[in-house]
């Protein structure tokens, strides 16, 4: 199957108004067949409308040697398999490992062998393409051919593609590229790049691909990702929230690390967690309940369009801003090569930020020799750029919606 298959089945979509619709915040679950049959079939993802994995003891692998289970067993792995999983997020994409072995269930997440973090960026400069690191490195040579935020760019319309890459480095070259090549066929390539260079050449034997989307997705998102996996010929796909991925996550490799306990005493102790996943382009509220061999998610609020690059947008506007007050430049017309790195230095400043009161946003002959140089404060930073913006008041609210949850609930 091509990508002109995939856009002859999907055109019914393509008008519908995907991004900015939140789901329902409980008991609001799409029956996709996003059911992990293979890791339990006993018990399902959605059953009884909620999310509930059940799962036998699970064991972390330290041992790099794929042949040997864990320090309690040296013996040679007979029966196993394993399911591939798969996070496209916005700036980053993820891949690891989900194995069950010898009727034991394995994560491998935390192998460097096992796991790898890309940029989520791809590029086509002339007659080949690049993907992940190498498509990041030679960012400013191919800023025009260049698309990120990938999986922002499913089930979208003509609309939403020129909204969407106005977060982008070269807002009108790639918007061009984007209806040229169309969403599909960059999902698929940029997948199917991942799957030729780290799971063939690295000969990675998989039985099933998990793989793991935005709690804001609709029916429609996934059953559209679903396809371009086909058409790549991936193994037997399974789609599964984000808001699920990260409480199996916690709950194999962390639950019980937070009880020093001895004589599996942990088994009986229950507890609640609120995660608050802040990503690059969204942001999520999970509250997850957690007890031996049980992991469930009570409650699920997503923002879709608040994230860190509303963050960098806003600090970008007030940097041109500031310079253009400076030199008394009304009319500057900023290029694709100057917006590429100003938001270089603005993605690696942001975040220090948490941690300090000022930071320094310095760009060397920015414009006609011209340095860039603005010093931003927290408190600058939270008064006069984000406090004004109507996404930022929706964060506060969202969060008061999942306190009043708790609170109705009694969760304590």
Sequence with gaps: MGCGDIKNKNNKHNNHNHIGNEPKILDKIEDNGSELNQINNKNKFYNNKKKILKSENPILIKDKDSEKINENSKEKINNYYISLGINIGASKTVYSIFSKVNGQYITNVLLMNYSRIIPSIISYPKDHRLF?????SSLKKNI??????LSRLIGLNDEEYKEECEYMFSSEKNLKLLKEKGSECIIADFLSL?????????????????ISVPDFYDYSQREELKLICESIEMKDIKIIDESTAITMYYGYTKYKDL????????KN????ILFIDCGYSKSTFILSHFK?????????????????????KKIFNYCIDKFKEKYNMNNLLVTDKMKYRLLEVINKQRPILTLNDEIKILVDAFYENKDLEIYITREEFETEIISKDETFDLFLEKLKEMKKFIDEKKIK
Excluded: A, M
């Excluded at 025009?144 to 935020?149: G, H, P």
């Excluded at 030729?196 to 998989?206: P, R, T, W």
């Excluded at 102790?269 to 609640?272: C, T």
């Design 292 to 312: 031996y061999n049980e992991f469930k998610v009570e409650n699920v609020i997503c923002i879709p369009n608040f994230g860190g690059r509303i963050f960098d």
């Design 144 to 149: 025009s051919n260049s698309l990120n935020n």
């Design 259 to 266: 009880f020093e306990i001895e004589n599996n005493l942990y």
């Design 269 to 272: 102790i229950e507890i609640n």
């Design 194 to 210: 991942i799957k030729e260079y780290y799971f063939e050449k690295e000969k990675i034997e998989y039985d099933f691909t998990t």
């Design 132 to 136: 992940g690191d190498n498509s990041f």
